[in-house]
């Protein structure tokens, strides 16, 4: 084990000192958890010191009330004795008395002063031993409390610990994001599939040492990225969170992983939709053909601009954005207004414009001149997830209240993980002062304050999750249709690929998705699922 002298911090002197302890604060350079734990082993350190203590005044009490009871019957015995020996002793003490003279007062009673005030100083002490005995029972009591509750929260704490216990467990998954983001955004989903095993066999042939959760295997991009609450609110945007859609919206919400604008390549036109509901105001959209002065506006007020259905070829000769694509981490990292050549007269930037393309052609269709400048994302989504946006839109238009009752259901539980998360920062922050819980009954009655509000929060958090899956196992009822028309859309837009006049975007099949279930008896399942085939085959 530990002991406590390697555990509490050195003193400060100007002599000679032992070997070197471990500190809190050198703890704490190294990991902020480790000090939590190192935290709480020296409380537990100094609870049993203080047990030495608190047994000798245990001790002392008892022998005061020993001598108490042995003085009490020592007065009884002294009753009872026979009357002949205290006459003689009454006798005795009255000649002793009749022996005192007058000048013998004072002294008889400074006696009994010095005696009375000894008196006084024991009552006081024992007065003052029991106020102390029950305060350390109050203050054990309370910190074993508290160390009992946060039993569970410590087991959680000492494995977040021990799966980032070094830099070195982070490298092979900070690797393979970094890797992802730089490389992977024109890629299709098998070659995405693909480089994921390809990044981490990497990482192991080079020897770094790979962590217990590994990237792409057990956690995903978007949750080694994100928190869950980040997550959470792009679903309450009505952003899909399915695991393809969030791989490509990191490649747009990761403004740093790149020095070159995004080029979203999508064919089906889903990514505008998206991109609509992902940065809700502060944007001007507009085609590339109908582009006139809105970059000018956009560069000078610091507003997004969006372009969509992008001529390429026509793009690679537009020297009206020659300096825009340059001066990217400009935009990015920059405070102050600066001034960049547009075509052939200089505009004043503010930092906050920020540049989205769009095109209906793939990645591969896209010419040099424009890819050396560009970060382009094959902004693709498969069957399963447009089955669940198609299910989540169902519910939207034929079942408003399921819809209303699920969007309070998220907000809830968002404002919920802010609450746990402030409340488990807040009691790390409490565990790692240097405040000693067995020192400080307030200090601990605050930490038991708050890991109540922790479990009460908790318990909120899982009634929504309760709710929440009552939901979806009504929604699934709807599933044939969403799968139906998932089907429908996929083998649409790969029509594309027989000839292009074909091609098909997102919000024109959502047009006829709408207009079959409008059309069709929304008591039966069957129905609207053939008059959605008959309207996509139709169309």
Not at 81 to 95: A, G, K, N, R
Not at 193 to 202: A, C, I, Q
Not at 474 to 499: G, K, P, W, Y
């Amino acid at each position: 084990g530990v002991s406590a002298s390697t555990l509490v911090p050195p003193r400060r002197s100007g002599g000679a000192q032992g070997p070197p302890g471990l500190t809190i604060a050198g703890v704490r350079y190294s990991s902020e958890d480790a000090a939590v734990l190192l935290q709480y082993t020296i409380a537990i350190v100094e609870y049993t010191q203080l047990c030495g203590p608190l047994q000798i005044a245990k001790e002392r009490l008892q022998n005061l009330q020993d001598e108490i009871e042995e003085s009490e019957r020592m007065e009884k015995e002294q009753e009872i004795e026979p009357e002949e020996p205290q006459i003689s002793l009454l006798d005795h003490v009255e000649e002793e008395e009749e022996e005192l003279g007058p000048n013998d007062l004072p002294i008889i009673q400074g006696e009994v002063d010095r005696l009375q005030e000894e008196f006084d100083e024991a009552v006081m002490e024992k007065h003052r031993l029991e106020n102390e005995l029950h305060n350390c029972h109050e203050r054990l009591r309370a910190a074993t409390e508290t160390i009992k509750s946060l039993r569970e929260q410590e087991l959680l704490w000492q494995q977040s610990v021990e799966e980032n216990s070094s830099n070195a467990l982070l490298l092979a998954n900070c690797i393979a994001a970094s890797a992802f983001l730089t490389y992977c955004g024109p890629m299709s989903l098998d070659a995405r599939n693909s480089m994921y095993e390809f990044f981490l066999h990497v990482c192991e042939h080079y020897g770094l040492p790979l962590p217990n959760k590994l990237l792409y295997r057990d956690i995903t991009l978007a949750n080694f990225l994100y928190t869950d609450v980040q997550i959470k609110q792009l679903e309450l945007q009505r952003l899909p969170i399915n695991p393809v859609a969030l791989d490509s919206s990191c490649f747009v919400m990761e403004t740093m992983s790149n020095n070159s604008w995004v080029l979203l390549c999508d064919p089906t036109s889903r990514a505008i939709p998206w991109l609509l509901d992902y940065l809700q105001d502060g944007f001007i959209l507009t085609k590339y053909n109908d582009l006139k002065s809105q970059l000018e506006t956009c560069l000078t007020e610091g507003l997004s601009l969006i372009l969509t259905d992008i001529d390429l070829q026509q793009l690679a000769k537009d020297t009206r954005f020659d300096h825009v694509f340059r001066r990217r981490m400009s935009f990015l990292t920059g405070k102050a207004p600066f001034k960049i050549i547009v075509g052939s007269h200089e505009v004043e930037c503010r930092p906050g414009f920020r540049l989205y393309m769009h095109t209906t052609c793939l990645p591969h269709e896209v010419p040099d001149e424009v890819a050396a400048y560009t970060a382009m994302v094959n902004f693709y989504q498969d069957r399963s997830g447009i089955e669940a946006e198609l299910l989540d839109r169902f519910i939207r238009l034929e079942k408003t209240r399921v819809q209303d009752e699920r969007t309070n259901l998220a907000q809830e539980k968002i404002s919920n993980m802010e609450r746990l998360a402030l409340l488990e920062d807040q009691m790390l922050n409490l565990l790692a002062s240097d405040t000693r819980l067995l020192n400080n009954l307030a200090v601990t009655k605050k930490l038991a304050d708050m890991k109540k509000q922790f479990d009460e929060t908790q318990d909120s958090q899982q009634k929504i999750e309760v709710s929440e899956a009552a939901i979806r196992r009504n929604c699934e009822q709807f599933r044939t249709i969403a799968t139906r028309a998932a089907v429908l859309f996929d083998a649409s837009r790969h029509m594309r690929e027989i000839n292009s006049c074909y091609q098909i975007s997102f919000d024109q099949f959502l047009a006829v998705f709408d207009a079959a279930i409008k059309h069709s008896e929304r008591a039966s399942t069957d129905t609207v699922v053939d008059r959605l085939t008959y309207s996509a085959y139709m169309t």
